[in-house]
């Protein structure tokens, strides 16, 4: 084995004397972004002015011209609509797998240590020797093919950033932080020369998968989507979903079989999260729904097992609330396909909470770190978020009880998932990259509707408790903020709103002489209603709303602004 070679860090900034990679087009599943964010902008400056609060209100005046200044601002380019791959460098000569390491005794030196983020990666890929390959790949890079490059820097970047959350060794952490960059620049380059046409060999898949992963963890959606298709193909190309190919090798199934459902999930994610058809259609699908996570036990076969359940009722969702099909249909047959959809999912509740136990007590019995319990948190989260994109389609059973439309499982759904996160976010500090990465997870892959389902509520009841949360909401972004822009762009947009609820709220009760009363709906019902029709989008989209129902601007996809925006992270 080679001694510890040359560490230094090409210049991935600079794009000189290479292809950066392509731009990513701007329709990144976010057709009509900017007519919600306008639309929602004049909705609360002409609510505001209806009830004479912008006119006696400076800071109420203040938060609207800043909203109204993001919703501009969401007109720029970001990381989603820029270079694929920005720390991309050039090829060196002899290939991608000539680039420069982290030094081999540093990943010695931290594979020795506690990895929960990194086994659990390599569990999904199926990968039970990982030694071998990154020896292969300070050993002999000659004869290491691209795919085993990428697997090898992916896991050496999670393993250095998980490293680094834990290590209170400043100069340590100033080490690993070189090492991390230096994968990623190794990553990027060889994710942007994967050639059009892999041979569809398993570390072929396994590299798309963990390339999926980083994009996620970096907040690139579209990305994670690209990556993801082209995995999809591979495996269905080679029969991993069909139970004839599994006959032939049982245990070569079983890892096919493991790759092929993860792609799966990640698939039904994406879906809602882009607002596309998923690329596995589940009638080709005939093996047994089974991800191996052995080297987890007994307890992540079980939940692995019930996050295939989750991807499926979310591929449902998509196609029977979100899809353009289904907006097309008429609000009562939206209403009873939720309803449908709401059976399923309250089927599953009983059995998530029995996986949370199980996963709870194995977290615990192994001592895992921090990232653990966030991974098995937002794992909760997102199952409550799944929840209330369902039961919000559903009109509260006894309207003239409280003055809003939404059930109380909706609310209930909503204040779950914010409560989760908020405990979430009081757990000991994983490092930044890690507590970005679960924000990128959680909130960032499928759309978050509870903080829009909340902030609704507020205006139409006043509610102090839902405010508090929002509020805490904000406050949990904010060690993060500067971590990725899409993280930087949430935070402004949730703060910016719950600066403007905190002031309606306010000055509603100050009118009112502190009586317990609600807002005028009025406006909040025609916006309800504007945004339960399609959108077309060969509209000029302006800036001079009208509020009355004659109004040009139509929308796409119910609550596609406050309830659950799946875009609004492109924002």
């Known amino acids: 084995m080679p001694p510890d070679g040359n560490s230094s860090v090409p210049s991935a900034l600079s794009n000189t004397g290479f292809d950066s990679g392509d731009e990513e087009p701007a329709f990144a599943g976010d057709l009509g972004l900017t007519a919600q964010t306008t639309f929602a902008n004049n909705f609360l400056k002409k609510t505001v002015e209806k009830t004479s609060l912008r006119k006696n209100n400076p800071r109420m005046e203040a938060a609207l011209l800043k909203l109204r200044g993001l919703v501009e601002s969401h007109q720029q380019k970001s990381i989603s609509h820029g270079p694929r791959f920005p720390l991309q460098t050039a090829v060196p000569p002899g290939g991608i797998c000539k680039l420069p390491m982290p030094p081999i005794s540093a990943v010695t030196t931290v594979l020795k240590t506690q990895m929960t983020l990194f086994n659990l990666y390599r569990s999904l890929i199926c990968l039970s020797d990982f030694s071998k390959l990154y020896r292969q790949v300070y050993s002999v890079p000659e004869e290491c093919s691209s795919s085993v490059f990428t697997i090898v820097n992916v896991l050496l970047h999670t393993l250095f950033t998980e490293q680094q959350g834990q290590s209170t060794d400043q100069m340590l952490r100033e080490e690993y932080s070189h090492y991390i960059q230096q994968c990623r620049v190794n990553l990027e380059t060889s994710l942007a020369n994967v050639p059009s046409f892999l041979p569809g060999k398993v570390e072929d898949v396994q590299a798309l998968m963990l390339g999926v992963f980083y994009a996620i963890e970096t907040s690139r959606p579209l990305l994670s989507w690209q990556l993801n298709c082209n995995a999809a193909q591979l495996c269905q190309t080679a029969g991993y979903h069909r139970i004839e190919t599994a006959r032939e090798d049982p245990a070569a199934a079983k890892l096919k079989g493991s790759l092929f459902w993860t792609i799966f999930n990640v698939d039904a994610s994406l879906s809602l999260r882009l607002r596309r058809a998923p690329a596995i259609h589940e009638c080709d699908i005939n093996i047994p729904c089974v991800i191996g996570l052995d080297a987890f036990g007994l307890e992540w076969s079980a939940i692995s097992a019930f996050w295939i359940k989750i991807a499926r009722l979310q591929r449902r969702i998509y196609q029977d609330l979100y899809s353009p099909a289904a907006q097309s249909t008429s609000q009562p047959q939206l209403i009873d396909r939720a309803r449908m959809l709401a059976e399923d999912a309250r089927s599953l509740q009983v059995e998530s909470e029995e996986c949370r136990t199980l996963l709870h007590s194995y977290l615990q019995a192994v001592n895992s770190s921090g990232i653990g319990d966030m991974i098995l948190r937002g794992h909760e989260a997102q199952f409550h978020v799944t929840f209330a994109l369902v039961f919000q389609y559903i009109p509260r059973a006894v309207p003239q009880v ?25 757990l000991p500090d994983p490092g930044s990259y890690l507590r970005a990465v679960y924000i990128h997870w959680t909130f960032l892959l499928t759309p978050f509707s509870p903080f829009f389902v909340l902030f609704c509520y507020v205006l139409e009841t006043l509610s102090i408790p839902d405010l508090q949360l929002l509020q805490e909401f904000v406050t949990s972004l904010e060690a993060s903020r500067g971590f990725s822009e899409s993280i930087h762009k949430l935070y402004l947009l949730t703060k910016t709103i719950t600066e403007i609820a905190v ?69």
Request: aromatic share 12%; net charge negative; charged share 30%.
């Open 503 to 571: 002031l309606y709220v306010e000055a509603r009760s100050e009118q009112a002489g502190h009586r317990n009363v609600v807002p005028n709906e009025d406006e909040f019902e025609i916006y309800l209603d504007r945004l339960r029709q399609s959108e077309d989008p060969s509209r000029t989209i302006t800036t001079d709303v009208q509020w009355a129902p004659s109004s040009d601007i139509q929308f796409t996809d119910v609550f596609d602004w406050f309830f659950g925006n799946d875009e609004i992270l492109n924002f």
């Open 402 to 426: 409280e003055r809003s439309r939404f059930s109380e499982e909706c609310l209930a759904a909503a204040r779950q998932a914010m409560m989760v996160h908020r405990d979430c976010a009081r």
